[in-house]
């Protein structure tokens, strides 16, 4: 074994302590998430799956696991998005209630801490947990079995409209030493169930903790969710992230993968698409600057005929950062009728950025159709020059028309508490001298009369 | 206003301009007319900044300042602006944002703040029905999709809000209806004042019936060959140039 995995299951001595009230299934997940994880170490650049992405700032960091989750109210509201919402807020991975909003869940809703579900509903939670993102899936799947004690559970009971978006928010806070957190989220969507799950990672400035996060998201027939992921963890913060969605008939998955913070970012995203007219969309869009390593992974797999899958990534590197895209679509054998769409555009704002973006197209099937592209490229010359010769300065020029290319992304954001959050904090990036806030406000007062 | 003086320009190792010279005060309007290939459209350009082109020698000068020296952005900001023959789609930046970052720097450039919202609102929405543009136009894409005549309204939209000292209008009339085209002559005339001064690049004389010149230039082969007033685009009309060239030839 080598000394780094070693050094993070010494802390799962931390975990074991108190857990009576726990079923015994759960200890044994998580010895077989360590042995996996033990087995298997950190990926390395080795690893075609890792090829672009360096993790030894994790591998050799050394992160203890929160204990409290103590953090101002005022703070905290001050990080929380202006939307009316049922929340679960964690702080550092601990769940706490004070700042969360849990009242007024409509019938059919189950909104619960993974603690509290693992003590209340551990055979409804067992059967399904784990079982789309294994141990094997990755060492951090298997590191986040093996620290497996807290996240989110939603459950919609079959037919169950939730108005209101859920939100789950994770807080890092800027402590002595850094900390570590595993969350664990399970969202059971019932048959013709609907709701918007909002996934927002925020902090305080000068955090730099690590987050290992496995998602299980499981849509019934006729189920439709949209996924936010707003990440806009502080920026010496560590983000590691699965989504794996499994998708039964008719259903629907839309995902909004927004990537602006963090130091090393790597999110991997892969929807099973198991019955017919079972539909994913990945909306995605990343901005990176100083030395930010942003790395999005995605999957889509069409294990059923008249499947439809459709992928918009666009990316923005600025300074020294550095971006990967790896968008793969795979089309089973007898997947017949299919539709998968693929594109990807980066935008480079200095000459240091660096962008690996690589597509994937694997296909079985004969009768699919399905495309895929991507380009990176600059600014376009002659768009700054029309707008300078209205009097633009340059830089305002250019954050126009950076801002006019996340606009692409961010047109098919049904939020408008989540597209302008990202559109200022896109424009926050961009020189100071651009007052896009005062833009902003007129073509909204227009908008409006 | 503005004085050009034996201006020589080239593009890619030809030249273009060949020693022109012309002289704007404020209060004019002038045409530059000339066969294809003439160098109608470079002059408007190098007064403009556009980057291709190159001054070999000569100069410009606008309100006592050498506008070779001064950055694309600060001629706008001067007040020298160019509607252009064929104005570029940007794509995903709204022409609301445009007109107020544009204004914005305008001011900012003669030493004011900001516009205040309630004001500029009120300012763009006169503009806009002077036009006879509808309000959705400002929430749309600069130019993306617009039909020919709606991105030639849309310029001079944008002359019509910035309020140049000197507009500069390369070929704009060209791709316009009859009915467009009044409109964008009212909106043309509308700037004519004792301070401003507007420059018409133009192939026909169809566009000077509405926007009547004070002075007429012929451009041939990077020189202007004759000057007079309105009535010599109308003898260009029914005579065409070759008189003009023989007459320069001889």
């Known amino acids: 074994m080598s000394e780094e995995t070693q050094h993070f299951l010494d802390r799962l001595a931390d975990i074991r302590a108190g857990r009576e009230s726990e079923p015994t299934w759960i200890a044994a997940r998580?010895?077989?998430?360590?042995?996996?994880?033990?087995?298997?170490?950190?990926?390395t650049r080795r690893d075609e799956a890792w090829?672009?992405?360096?993790?030894?700032?994790?591998?050799?960091?050394?992160?203890?696991?929160?204990?409290?989750?103590?953090f101002s109210p005022a703070s905290a509201a001050a990080l929380t998005l202006p939307i009316d919402t049922h929340r679960l807020t964690f702080v550092d991975g601990v769940f706490a209630p004070a700042l969360s909003t849990l009242d007024g869940l409509p019938e059919g809703v189950s909104l619960q801490p993974l603690s509290a579900a693992l003590v209340e509903n551990h055979e409804a939670v067992g059967g399904p947990l784990g079982r789309l993102t294994g141990v094997e899936f990755s060492p951090f799947s298997?590191?986040?079995?093996?620290?497996?004690?807290?996240?989110?559970?939603?459950?919609?009971?079959?037919?169950?409209?939730?108005?209101?978006?859920?939100?789950?928010?994770?807080?890092?806070?800027?402590?002595?030493?850094?900390?570590?957190?595993?969350?664990?989220?399970?969202v059971q969507a019932g048959g013709r169930s609907q709701a918007t799950l909002i996934e927002h990672h925020v902090g305080e400035e000068g955090a730099a903790n690590f987050t290992n996060l496995v998602e299980e998201v499981i849509l019934e027939r006729n189920a439709i969710l949209t996924h936010y992921k707003l990440q806009e963890a502080p920026l010496a913060d560590l983000h590691i992230a699965s989504?794996?969605?499994?998708?039964?008939?008719?259903s629907r998955y839309t995902s909004f993968n927004l990537n602006l913070g963090g130091a090393l970012v790597r999110t991997d995203l892969i929807s099973e698409l198991n019955g017919e007219n079972a539909t994913c969309?990945?909306?995605?869009?990343?901005?990176?600057?100083?030395?930010?390593?942003?790395?999005?992974?995605?999957?889509?797999?069409?294990?059923?005929p008249h499947t439809f899958s459709n992928e918009n990534y666009k990316g923005i590197l600025d300074d020294r950062a550095h971006g990967v895209f790896n968008g793969k679509v795979v089309v089973k054998r007898d997947s017949q009728k299919i539709e998968g769409f693929q594109s990807n555009a980066n935008l480079l704002l200095?000459?240091?950025?660096?962008?690996?973006?690589?597509?994937?197209?694997?296909?079985?099937?004969?009768?699919?159709?399905?495309?895929?592209?991507?380009?990176?490229?600059?600014?376009?010359?002659?768009?700054?020059?029309?707008?300078?010769?209205?009097?633009?300065?340059?830089?305002?020029?250019?954050?126009l028309l950076t801002l006019a290319f996340a606009g692409e992304v961010l047109e098919e954001v049904g939020l408008d508490a989540i597209s302008e959050r990202v559109e200022l904090a896109v424009a926050g990036k961009l020189p100071e001298r651009f007052n896009l806030a005062g833009l902003v406000e007129v073509a909204v007062a227009l908008d409006d009369e | 206003m503005l004085e050009v003086k034996d201006l020589h320009v080239t593009v890619e190792g030809n030249e273009i301009l060949k020693g022109l010279s012309m002289t704007i005060n404020a209060g004019e309007v002038h045409a530059i007319m000339g066969p294809n290939g003439s160098g109608k459209s470079t002059l408007s350009a190098v007064i403009a900044g556009k980057e291709e082109y190159e001054v070999t020698s000569g100069s410009i000068t606008y309100e006592g300042r050498d506008v070779l020296e001064m950055a694309v952005e600060e001629r706008a900001q001067a007040g020298l602006l160019l509607g252009f023959q064929y104005p570029v789609e940007i794509p995903g930046v709204k022409n609301i944002y445009l007109l107020k970052a544009a204004l914005n720097a305008k001011r900012e450039a003669e030493g004011?703040?900001?516009?205040?919202?309630?004001?500029?609102?009120?300012?763009?929405?006169?503009?806009?029905?002077?036009?006879?543009?509808?309000?959705?136009?400002?929430?749309?894409?600069?130019?993306?999709?617009?039909s020919g005549g709606e991105k030639k309204r849309n310029e001079i939209l944008q002359m019509l809000v910035l309020q140049p000292r000197l507009a500069m209008l390369d070929e704009i009339d060209s791709g316009l209806d009859i009915d467009a085209m009044k409109v964008v002559a009212d909106g043309v005339n509308s700037l004519r004042s004792e301070e401003h001064a507007i420059l018409?690049?133009?192939?026909?004389?169809?566009?000077?019936?509405?926007?009547?010149?004070?002075?007429?230039?012929?451009?041939?082969?990077?020189?202007i060959v004759k000057s007079g007033d309105a009535d010599l685009a109308r003898e260009l009309e029914s005579r065409g140039y070759d008189w003009v060239l023989e007459e320069s030839a001889a």
């Open chain 1, 30 to 43: 998580r010895q077989a998430g360590a042995a996996r994880f033990e087995a298997m170490g950190f990926p």
């Open chain 1, 243 to 250: 989504i794996h969605v499994e998708q039964a008939r008719d």
């Open chain 1, 51 to 70: 090829k672009y992405t360096d993790v030894r700032a994790i591998a050799r960091g050394e992160f203890a696991l929160a204990r409290d989750a103590e």
């Open chain 1, 142 to 186: 298997a590191l986040n079995t093996a620290f497996m004690e807290e996240g989110a559970v939603l459950r919609l009971a079959p037919g169950t409209v939730v108005e209101k978006p859920i939100t789950l928010q994770f807080l890092s806070r800027r402590g002595e030493a850094p900390v570590m957190s595993h969350p664990r989220v399970l």
């Open chain 1, 350 to 399: 200095s000459d240091r950025a660096e962008i690996d973006a690589k597509p994937e197209l694997e296909i079985y099937a004969d009768d699919v159709k399905c495309s895929h592209g991507t380009t990176t490229g600059q600014l376009d010359e002659e768009a700054i020059y029309a707008l300078r010769s209205r009097g633009i300065d340059r830089q305002t020029a250019r954050g």
């Open chain 2, 112 to 146: 004011l703040g900001e516009i205040p919202a309630p004001e500029f609102m009120k300012l763009i929405k006169e503009k806009i029905a002077e036009m006879k543009m509808d309000a959705s136009f400002l929430q749309r894409s600069v130019n993306e999709g617009f």
């Open chain 2, 200 to 223: 018409l690049v133009t192939h026909y004389q169809r566009l000077l019936d509405y926007i009547v010149p004070d002075r007429v230039h012929v451009l041939v082969d990077g020189r």
């Open chain 1, 281 to 304: 969309d990945f909306y995605g869009l990343f901005y990176g600057e100083g030395r930010q390593h942003v790395d999005s992974h995605t999957l889509a797999n069409h294990n059923a």
